[in-house]
């Protein structure tokens, strides 16, 4: 509570809890939307997301939304909530940008070379392991939206 900037203007403090399904890219597209959509029209509320549980897809869109918070944390001056806005925000606008790129031309490049390798070798390359192409995709596709590395930074 101590790190929360508006934590003196509320008796009780509200707070957010996000769950997240699987569901590969969809779900990854769907949660990371849904908070930029929620942060755009309501800066504060980045304040007021407590935690955020999610599997397979969805949770690959929460780390890209924690990741971006770390990156870029949203201007909270004087700014107030506004969920009527349809036009997107800074977040969706960049979020859509991430996970538009091609990620599946990496996953598939591993999966023709190194993990087809894998399979005769009689023991484990971890460097071999094709979710890395997923894994380097997605940041590259975020510092060169943030200019920032820290999705590649254990969050």
């Known amino acids: 509570m ?5 934590k003196d203007e509320y008796d009780d403090y509200p707070v957010i809890m996000v769950s ?14 849904s908070l930029a959509q929620i942060v ?18 969805g949770s690959v869109g929460a780390a890209i939304y924690a990741a971006a918070m770390k990156a870029r944390p949203p201007d909270q001056a004087g700014q107030q909530c506004d969920f009527r ?9 960049a979020f859509e940008t991430i996970l ?3 990620h599946l031309s990496p996953l598939l490049l591993r999966m023709l070379s190194t ?33 920032s590395d820290v999705f590649s930074r254990s969050l």
């Open 115 to 147: 993990d087809a390798l894998q399979q005769v070798l009689p023991f484990p390359v971890n460097s071999f392991d094709r979710q890395l192409g997923l894994e380097s995709s997605l940041e590259r596709s975020f510092d060169r939206v943030f200019k």
């Open 100 to 102: 538009t790129d091609d």
């Open 40 to 57: 755009d029209r309501c800066p504060r509320a980045a304040n007021h997301i407590f935690a955020i549980s999610g599997v397979s897809g």
């Open 20 to 33: 997240t399904e699987g569901g590969g890219i969809r779900a990854a597209f769907f949660t990371a939307i």
């Open 2 to 6: 101590k790190t929360r900037p508006d």
């Open 85 to 93: 806005k349809s036009a997107p925000g800074f977040y969706e606008d």
